[in-house]
Every structure is written in structure tokens, then in C-alpha cells.
């Protein structure tokens, strides 16, 4: 009796799909190739500097004058961010020995040709506004150190590669100091300090260049001067010493820290709006630049001081999330150090008008007026937009998603 051959059936496969692929999850970084919570830190504190800018009058500038300038200062930064945020940062490293060479070249160049003012030679004179190679050191030295260290990642518990990138950024520091910048060359210091700390450099290393600060201070506040030899101006021992008592000091250091905190103090919780008198009748100098803070907290008190802190505590924070969501060391490093830097730079100035820290002619980030200031803080944004996008990019590849 014969039978029919049986027909198997093919097994279906457990990877086979019944029905049409589903579609690829979408990653928001593919949507949106920047930070827009970045982005919207940066707008908010741009739009507090026009609004206390506009407020801000002294005798012989139009009114509206600061304003102004400041605005087409923002637009071209703006226009100089963006083409950088769509930049592969990564090609900067191969270029560190030239961005090096440029730091130093230019700040020798503004040592020779740059104008005098009130005994210091910081900037060179140009037809829209005054160039200070030492603004833009800050974030050209980011970008050259990060490469320096990312060669030597592999060596960095040794002593003498740590040394040598110290001193990779202390010879643009110790030239800034005799423009004399000090307030410049304390952020290259701090950008440093800060890129150390991202490499993962032994605990052991940061206190014994504790130590030797310690020690260094000591002998340029005390022992030199003793022995008769000046390393600082006499201004410059002022400004880091009159803070300490500011009422037992009539230098003009101590007389700008009074008036500060006075109109700081007196716009209490909502401001005095139109009637501040500190800033409008002139009582705080340089209320334009480095005591711009001083303004924010007289017209519009703690509310507005509140409101422009946490715009700034906004910025620092995705600062950090860049440096973790970064696809290499080097960028981890581009971000970590354009955080401290914009950290350090918070910090000493708000902190020298409110009399805690001295005041060293540090600008307060996008709020102070300034070209040169403005421009090398939206470099420093760019920059920050592009390790984010990469980073979004690269962990969208990889078919994670992640959130803000």
C-alpha cells in the first residue's frame, strides 16, 4: 500500500517578521542637530544684556549707544556659532600646533602695536572695535591643550607629562600677565586646571600644584616685595588684597566695590527701575563692562539677579551634559574646559561686585559689553553645539535614544 509523500511545511524562521518592517525609532538628535535648551540659555541671557545695556548712560555716549553695538555684536556671533556648531570639531585637533602658535603670536602682537590705556597695552584699536588677543586665547587655548592632552592621554599618571602641559598653559598666561591682564591670565590658568581634571590626572598631582601655588603666592604677595623686588603693579596687589576690607581702603579698587554693593544691596527684592541712582548718575564706574552685574541687581534686584544667575546656572549645565554625551576624549575635553571657563569667569565676577572675590577685570559672559568678549563666548557656544550634536549623532547610530 503505497503513501503519499508527506509535504513539511518550512519552519518559519524566529528572526523572520510577519508583516512590514517597522519603521527605525527616530533619535530627537536627528531632528534637531543642536542643544535648543543651550540655545535658549544663551538668548535669554543675550536679551537681559540688551535690556540692562539700554538702561545704561554716561556723559558724551548716546543714549542706546551700548545697546547697539551690543546687538550687532550678538548677530555676528550668532552667524559665527552656527557655522561652527555644524563643524566637525575633531578636525581642530590636527590643527593645535598652529592654534598654539597663533595665541602666542597674537598676544606678542598686541604687546607692540596695541594702544595704551590707563597704563596697559590689551588690545589693538580696529575700525568696529577694539581686538583683545587674550579674549580669544581663552578659547583657542581650549582647543590646542585639549589636542596636547588627548596625545599623552596614555602617559598622564606620569609627573613630567602633566608638568609639561602646565606649562603649555602657562607660558600664554604669563605673557597676558605682563600686557598686564590678570584677570585673563587666571582663566588660562583655570581652563588648565580644568582640562587636568577631565583627563582623569591623579588626585595626588592637584595637591601638590596646591601646594606650590600656595607657595607661589606667598612669595609674590610677601617675600619679593620684601626683598625689594615687585612682581605685580601696585594696582594690581590692590585689586587682590582690597577686597579683604574694602572699608579700610580708599584706593579706587575698594571705593568701586563699595559703590557696587551699595546698588546692588539697594534694589532689594524687585528693583528701584528708573530711580536707581548708583549706576544712571555714574557713582559705579565701568557699570558697562565689569560691574554690569551691579546694574541687573540695582534696576531690577533680586528677582532679575535671581533670573540671570539661573540662566547662567542653564548654560553651565549643558555645558556638562555635552562633556558627557561627547564621542571622544577630545571633545570631552572641548567641553569640559569651555564650561570652566564660562564657570570661572561666572563666578570672580559676580562674585567681585557682590565684595567676595577681587576684582580682576574679568567679563561677565554675553553681559558685558564688548566685542571681543562676545565674539570668543560664541565661539565657545559653537564649539559646545558641535561635541553635542556629534554626540546625539553618534549615540543615534548606535540605536540608543536618549532625552535632553
Known amino acids: ?49 540688551l535690556a540692562t545695556l539700554n538702561t545704561v548712560s554716561e556723559r558724551g555716549i548716546p543714549d542706546g549707544f551700548y545697546m547697539k553695538r551690543q546687538g550687532i555684536y550678538f548677530l555676528v556671533g550668532t552667524i559665527i556659532a552656527a557655522v561652527l556648531a555644524r563643524t566637525d570639531y575633531s578636525r581642530l585637533r590636527e590643527l593645535k600646533y598652529g592654534i598654539f602658535g597663533l595665541i602666542i603670536v597674537s598676544v606678542i602682537a598686541v604687546r607692540f602695536a596695541g594702544n595704551d590705556v590707563l597704563g596697559a597695552r590689551r588690545a589693538i584699536q580696529l575700525p568696529f572695535f577694539s581686538f583683545q588677543a587674550s579674549e580669544l586665547g581663552k578659547v583657542l587655548l581650549v582647543v590646542a591643550l585639549a589636542g596636547f592632552v588627548v596625545d599623552r592621554s596614555r602617559a598622564l599618571h606620569q609627573p613630567m607629562t602633566t608638568i609639561r602641559i602646565i606649562a603649555l598653559g602657562l607660558l600664554p598666561a604669563a605673557l597676558v600677565l605682563i ?28 595637591a601638590a600644584m596646591g601646594a606650590v601655588f600656595a607657595v ?54 524687585t528693583g528701584r527701575g528708573d530711580k536707581a541712582t548708583q549706576t544712571s548718575y555714574n557713582f559705579l564706574g565701568e557699570h558697562h563692562t565689569d560691574f554690569v552685574f551691579a546694574v541687573v541687581g540695582e534696576r531690577w534686584g533680586f528677582m532679575g539677579a535671581g533670573l540671570v544667575l539661573s540662566l547662567y546656572a542653564l548654560l553651565i549645565w549643558r555645558g556638562l551634559r555635552a562633556l558627557t554625551m561627547a564621542k571622544n576624549l577630545y571633545g570631552a ?72
Do not use: W
Open 216 to 269: 607661589v603666592v606667598v612669595c609674590v604677595l610677601v617675600v619679593l616685595p620684601m626683598a625689594g623686588t615687585e612682581v605685580l603693579h601696585g594696582y594690581q596687589k590692590a585689586r587682590l588684597t582690597s577686597f579683604l576690607h574694602p572699608n579700610d581702603n580708599s584706593n579706587d579698587t575698594a571705593f568701586q566695590q563699595i559703590q557696587s554693593r551699595v546698588a546692588i544691596g539697594s534694589g532689594e527684592k
Open 1 to 49: 500500500m503505497s503513501t503519499a509523500p508527506s509535504v513539511t511545511e518550512p519552519r518559519r524562521s524566529r528572526t523572520s517578521r510577519v508583516g512590514p518592517a517597522a519603521p527605525p525609532r527616530r533619535s530627537m538628535s536627528l531632528a534637531l542637530p543642536f542643544d535648543p535648551v543651550l540655545a535658549l540659555a544663551v538668548l535669554g541671557i543675550c536679551i537681559c544684556s
Open 333 to 404: 575635553l572641548i567641553a569640559g574646559g569651555i564650561t570652566a571657563m564660562m564657570l570661572f569667569q561666572v563666578f570672580i565676577n559676580v562674585g567681585m561686585t557682590v565684595g567676595i572675590m577681587p576684582v580682576t577685570g574679568i567679563p561677565l559672559p554675553l553681559m558685558s559689553y564688548g566685542g571681543s568678549s562676545v565674539i570668543t563666548t560664541f565661539l565657545a557656544i559653537g564649539l559646545l553645539q558641535s561635541v553635542y550634536a556629534q554626540g546625539r549623532a553618534s549615540t543615534a547610530g548606535k540605536g540608543r535614544v536618549l532625552g535632553f
Open 179 to 206: 600686557q598686564p591682564d590678570l584677570g585673563s591670565s587666571m582663566v588660562y590658568g583655570a581652563v588648565t586646571l580644568a582640562l587636568l581634571f577631565v583627563a582623569g590626572i591623579p588626585g595626588r598631582y592637584f
